[in-house]
């Protein structure tokens, strides 16, 4: 009956801990696309117009930090109005994808 009992409280404590694996942060970046990355492809386009076509052709609009790119998901309208910007991104992490809930111009 112990180990039953030991058995259920350790699957109990794996699957809460899983639960509150998202955390809320603050990261700093530039917003761009997930194909594209900090290496924008189209050549004589800004930043901005290819993070822009990029997401018209299915892309996801990312965040460019350091080495990573996170894949962003919240309100389009105010991810693309910050498209080939520096920002701060608050919102829940979970792996590489942010759920964003604010967005501010970062401070150079």
Wanted: proline share 1%.
């Amino acid at each position: 009956m112990f180990l039953k009992t030991a058995i259920l409280m350790t699957g109990l404590i794996v699957v809460a801990s899983g639960a509150f694996s998202q955390t809320a942060q603050t990261l700093t970046g530039t917003i761009g696309d997930t194909m594209c990355g900090a290496k924008h492809m189209m050549a004589n386009e800004s930043a901005e117009q290819c993070t822009r076509e990029c997401v018209k052709q299915g892309s996801d609009y990312g965040l460019v930090s350091g080495d990573k790119v996170y894949t962003l998901k919240g309100d389009a309208k105010l991810l693309d109005k910050f498209a080939g910007q520096k920002v701060m991104i608050k919102g829940e992490v979970s792996g590489t994808t942010v759920t964003v809930s604010s967005i501010v111009p970062a401070k150079s």
